[in-house]
C-alpha cells in the first residue's frame, strides 16, 4: 500500500458513517481512522457470514482503530427511522456533538438490476432502493442537522454515483441518485447560514465486495480492472473535512476524482483512478 499521510487531520472530530461494514462506507470509515477520527460505524451486520458478503461493523471499527483512531460499531437498520435516531443520540450523548455524517448506506436489491429493464422488476425494487438509500440519508441528516445549527459547525456528506446524471443501471436507481444531490444542494441551502456543510460526492467504479462478486459473474456491465478502491473516496472526504475553506464548497455535487486532482491525493495502490464522467461523455 503506497503511504499517504493525512497528518491525524481529524483527531478530535466525530463522524458516523453509515453502512460502514464493507464497501464505499468501510473504505471511508478507515480513512477517517487513519487521519485520527472517533467514527461510529453503522449497518445490519454483526457477525461474519451472517451477510451474503464478507464484512461486518465490528471488523470496521477493530480495523480503523488500528490505524490510529477510535471505532465504534452500532447496529442499527437504516430502513427504521427510530434506530436511525437512537443512534444520533446514542452519538451526541457520548461525545456531546457529530462533526461529520456520512451518509452511506445502501441497500442491494434482492434482484438483479444490472440489466433487468424497470418494467420487467418488481415494484417493490423502487422501494428497496430508495427507503435506505435516499430516505435514510434524509433521515439521518434531520437527526444530526439540529445540533450542528446550534453548535454553528457541522460537515454532511451523500454519498452517491454518475447515474444522478446519467443512466446506470436501471431507472429507479438513477432517480434515487439524482434525489441524493438534490438533497445535499438543497441542504446546503438552508444550512448555509449556519456554517453547516453539505454535500453530494459521486465515486467512479469502484472495487467493492459487491462489484467484485458480480464481475465474476459475468455482470457488470464496466471494466473494473479501471476502478478504484473504497479507500479513495475515503480520501476525499477526509481532505475536505480537514479543509478549513470547506463551507465554500457547500451544495456543490463533486467528483471524488476532482477532489483527487485538487488535493494531491492517490489510491492506495499509488495510483490515479480514470475519470469516469469522462468515459461516459461527461464530467
Given amino acids: 500500500m503506497t503511504e499517504w499521510n493525512s497528518d491525524g487531520s481529524l483527531k478530535d472530530k ?12 468501510k473504505g471511508i470509515a478507515l480513512e477517517l481512522g487513519a487521519a485520527g477520527a472517533t467514527v461510529y460505524v453503522t449497518g445490519r451486520t454483526v457477525t461474519e457470514g451472517a451477510a451474503a458478503l464478507p464484512g461486518t461493523i465490528g471488523a470496521t471499527a477493530e480495523e480503523l482503530t488500528e490505524l490510529g483512531g477510535q471505532g465504534i460499531a452500532v447496529q442499527c437498520d437504516h430502513s427504521d427511522d427510530g434506530q436511525i435516531n437512537a443512534m444520533v443520540k446514542r452519538v451526541e450523548d457520548e461525545q456531546g456533538g457529530i462533526d461529520i455524517l456520512v451518509n452511506n448506506a445502501f441497500t442491494v436489491p434482492d434482484v438483479p438490476i444490472f440489466e433487468t429493464r424497470f418494467w420487467e422488476m418488481p415494484v417493490d425494487i423502487w422501494d428497496q432502493l430508495h427507503r435506505v438509500g435516499c430516505r435514510g440519508h434524509y433521515v439521518a441528516s434531520c437527526a444530526v442537522a439540529s445540533k450542528m445549527v446550534e453548535r454553528r459547525t457541522g460537515f454532511i456528506v451523500n454519498i452517491s454515483s454518475f447515474a444522478g446524471a446519467a443512466y446506470v443501471f436501471n431507472v429507479a436507481y438513477g432517480v434515487g441518485k439524482a434525489a441524493v444531490d438534490r438533497m445535499a444542494k438543497d441542504m446546503a441551502q438552508e444550512l448555509r447560514e449556519f456554517d453547516v456543510t453539505a454535500v453530494s460526492l459521486w465515486p467512479g ?77 461527461f464530467s
Avoid at 14 to 25: D, L, N, P
Avoid at 240 to 259: C, F, S
Fill in 205 to 281: 467504479i469502484v472495487r467493492t465486495e459487491h462489484m467484485l462478486q458480480a464481475h465474476k459473474a459475468g455482470t457488470v456491465p464496466f471494466d473494473i480492472d479501471r476502478g478504484e478502491s473504497p479507500r479513495f473516496t475515503g480520501r476525499g472526504v477526509v481532505s475536505l473535512a480537514a479543509d478549513p475553506k470547506l463551507h465554500d464548497k457547500t451544495g456543490r455535487v463533486i467528483p471524488v476524482v476532482d477532489l483527487a486532482s485538487e488535493y494531491g491525493f492517490k489510491d492506495i495502490d499509488g495510483q490515479q483512478p480514470g475519470n469516469l464522467g469522462e468515459q461516459m461523455g
Fill in 14 to 25: 466525530v463522524a458516523i458513517v453509515t453502512g460502514a461494514s464493507r464497501g464505499i462506507g
